[in-house]
């Protein structure tokens, strides 16, 4: 968990860094290495996922309507809420006990410390497909693009079928982060334009 927890700190540290790197205007852009979606919906995708879902997750609770419906780039500043609310998510997962047992239930059940590795997964490709939307960079250690890449490993083939991947991009000698980026379905060299 420890090591887990400094991945999610990371993580979260940097999308932050992505968010208050986005101008209002690129917040109007359509192009987004997620094809189906432009810049404001790919935001709010993440924002409310990678933070609210995260912080909700720990603590075994859903995540209410409003927050779903919610825009949350209206407010002019968005991502300093955003990096508020990852704080307080990064804490929420601070004690080691909410990385034991099952989140979910039923079927959906799944132990706790894979929920975290699909929200550092979540927050560090989503963090790219931003960054890249809005001529920035996702930066990360290598020990944190290692456990990236590791958990897109084991969740690929899972994701395809629900289609929250596409098929693998070619990315020949492609190691870490990149390599992360280009099995989960994204072209490394994507940029907006």
């Given at each position: 968990m420890k090591n887990e927890h400094a991945h999610m700190t990371e993580c979260a540290a940097e999308a932050a860094r992505v968010a208050r790197g986005v101008s209002a205007r690129q917040l109007e852009a359509t192009a987004t290495p997620c094809a189906d979606w432009d810049v404001r919906t790919l935001i709010n995708h993440w924002v409310l996922y990678?933070?609210?879902?995260?912080?909700?997750r720990a603590l075994r609770t859903e995540l209410p309507e409003e927050l779903i419906a919610r825009d949350f780039t209206a407010d002019a500043d968005w991502a300093e809420q955003y990096a508020a609310q990852l704080d307080r998510a990064v804490a929420a997962w601070a004690d080691p006990t909410v990385w034991e047992g099952t989140i979910?239930?039923?079927?959906?059940?799944?132990?706790?410390?894979d929920t975290a590795a699909m929200l550092i997964e979540e927050i560090a490709l989503h963090g790219w497909d931003v960054a890249r939307a809005t001529g920035q960079e996702f930066r990360?250690?290598?020990?944190?693009?290692?456990?990236?890449?590791?958990?897109?490993?084991?969740?690929?083939?899972?994701?395809?079928?629900y289609e929250g991947f596409t098929d693998e991009v070619d990315a020949p000698g492609a190691t870490g982060f990149t390599r992360a980026l280009a099995l989960s379905g994204r072209d490394p060299q994507w940029t907006a334009g």
């Open positions: 990678t933070s609210h879902g995260m912080e909700h979910g239930t039923g079927e959906s059940a799944s132990p706790a410390a990360l250690s290598d020990e944190a693009a290692a456990h990236v890449l590791g958990t897109v490993e084991k969740t690929a083939a899972l994701y395809r079928q």
